[in-house]
């Protein structure tokens, strides 16, 4: 039975079993290969995507249940094609090494800052728990997501 979903603002349908994971569908169907399968068990996050506005694990998230869902990968989080401002600052700050993790953590902070505009450093990295880093540590990953809340709450000024 397929499934039809809205990836990135299209209109999608996956062919395969119910039960398949949703990352496969994405990387191996749809070829969107930013979100990564590194533990495929759920802990590390670098395959977050977000379904219905939620942060969600792609690899333990069967494509049946996204049917009729709205389902954003890291390729469909900027208009026009640019770097997000998460993305940019990221970079500027060097908090991403090898990159593995850079996916998941864009969309948890994503999520996580369009619904908190100001805040604190103990919430940023609440918001990172389940986002595993082996490179960089989380220091100016955390620093980068303060500076981004900073700038968007001086544009809201």
Same mark, same amino acid.
């Given at each position: 039975?397929?499934?039809?979903?809205?990836?990135?603002?299209?209109?999608?349908?996956?062919?395969?079993?119910?039960? #398949?994971?949703?990352?496969? @569908?994405?990387?191996?169907?749809?070829?969107? #290969?930013?979100?990564?399968? %590194?533990?495929?068990?759920?802990?590390?996050?670098?395959? #977050? %995507?977000?379904?219905?506005?939620?942060?969600? /694990?792609?690899?333990?998230?069967?494509?049946?249940? @996204?049917?009729?869902?709205? /389902?954003?990968?890291?390729?469909?989080?900027?208009?026009?094609?640019?770097?997000t401002d998460i993305q940019s600052r990221l970079e500027q700050g060097d908090a991403v090494q090898c990159g593995m993790?850079?996916?998941?953590?864009?969309?948890?902070?994503?999520?996580?800052?369009?619904?908190?505009?100001?805040?604190?450093?103990?919430? %940023?990295?609440?918001?990172? #728990?389940?986002?595993?880093?082996?490179?960089?540590?989380?220091?100016?990953? @955390?620093?980068?997501?303060?500076? /981004?809340?900073?700038?968007?709450?001086?544009?809201?000024?």
């Amino acid at each position: 039975m397929p499934t039809d979903m809205t990836v990135n603002g299209e209109a999608r349908r996956s062919a395969r079993d119910p039960l #398949t994971p949703l990352i496969d @569908v994405l990387r191996d169907e749809f070829h969107l #290969t930013g979100a990564k399968p %590194v533990c495929r068990e759920g802990f590390c996050g670098a395959c #977050t %995507v977000l379904v219905d506005g939620e942060p969600t /694990v792609s690899c333990l998230t069967p494509v049946g249940l @996204v049917g009729g869902c709205d /389902v954003v990968t890291i390729e469909g989080i900027s208009s026009g094609g640019g770097l997000t401002d998460i993305q940019s600052r990221l970079e500027q700050g060097d908090a991403v090494q090898c990159g593995m993790c850079f996916p998941g953590m864009v969309m948890a902070l994503s999520h996580f800052l369009a619904h908190t505009p100001r805040p604190s450093r103990d919430e %940023v990295r609440a918001a990172l #728990t389940g986002n595993i880093c082996r490179c960089t540590g989380y220091e100016r990953i @955390v620093e980068a997501a303060l500076a /981004v809340a900073a700038a968007r709450a001086e544009v809201r000024r």
